[in-house]
C-alpha cells in the first residue's frame, strides 16, 4: 500500500505529479522526447566522431531541459495563478516557496528521467561511451536549476497563462540556437557569444564530457567553473527578477 508523503510540500508535488500524468498531451511528449531525438540522429545525418556526438547530445540536452522543464513549468505556474491556485493554497501550511517547488519538483524529476533515457539510448544507436561522464553529471545539475528559475522569473514578467506561451521564446529560440552553435563548425566569436545565452554552458559541458575537446575560451579560462559560473549566473539573475517581481494573482 502507498501512503502519501507526511511532509506538506511532498505530498503537493506528488498530487502536482499526478495531475501532470493526467494529461495525455505532456505525458506523451515526455516519454517520446528522448525517442525523438534518438530517432533523428538514426535516420539523418549520424555523427561520426565523439567530439560529434557530443555536440549533438549537448544540443538534445538543452531542448530536452527547455521542454520538459522550461515551457512546463512557465505555462502551470502562469496557469495555477491565472486560477488563484496558488493564491488559495498559501493560507495552508505550505509556504510559498514550497508551493513553487512542489510545481518544480515533479518536472526535475521527469527530465532526469528523459535524460537518463537519452544518453544511454545514443550509445546504443552508436555514439562512443562519454569519455568524461562526471562533466555529464554537472551540466544536467547546473541546467535544471537555471531551468526553473528561468520559468519563475518568465511567470513573473508574464500577465496571463496565454501571454506565458509567446513570452517563452526568446529563452527557447536563444538557447535552442546557442545549443546547435556550440561544438559546431562556427567562428570562435560567435561560438564565445552564445556561450554567454542561458543554458548553453550546459550544452558545452556535454560536449567536452562526452567527446573530450572542450571549447577555448577566451584569454584561457578553463571551460568547466567559466559554464559552471555562467549557469549560476543565469539562475541567480533569474531568482532575483522572479522575488522582486512575483504576484500571486494574475497581473493587469
Known sequence: MITAPRTPGLALAAVELRALLRRPGATVV???????????????TRPGTAAEWGATLGNYTVITVLVACYMNATT???????????????????????????????????????????YPGAVLTGAPLPER???????????????????????????????????VLPVFVSAALGGQVVGGPFSDALVWSMLTMPLVPSAALVGAGWGGDGITLPLDLPLVPSALALNLLWCAAALVLAVRLWRWEPRP
Not at 486560477?83 to 512542489?102: A, D, F, P, Q, W
Not at 535544471?144 to 528561468?150: F, G, Q
Open 76 to 118: 502551470i505556474l502562469a496557469s495555477r495563478r491565472d486560477l488563484l491556485v496558488l493564491k488559495r493554497l498559501r493560507t495552508s501550511e505550505v509556504s510559498g516557496t514550497g508551493l513553487i517547488l512542489s510545481v518544480f519538483l515533479p518536472l526535475a524529476g521527469i527530465v532526469l528521467v528523459q535524460l537518463a533515457v537519452l
Open 30 to 44: 515526455s516519454a517520446l522526447l528522448p525517442v525523438v531525438l534518438l530517432a533523428m540522429t538514426y535516420v539523418g
Open 133 to 167: 561522464p562526471g562533466l555529464l553529471l554537472l551540466a544536467v545539475v547546473s541546467a535544471v536549476p537555471t531551468c526553473l528559475a528561468l520559468a519563475a522569473a518568465t511567470t513573473a514578467l508574464t500577465a496571463s497563462a496565454e501571454r506565458a506561451q509567446f513570452a
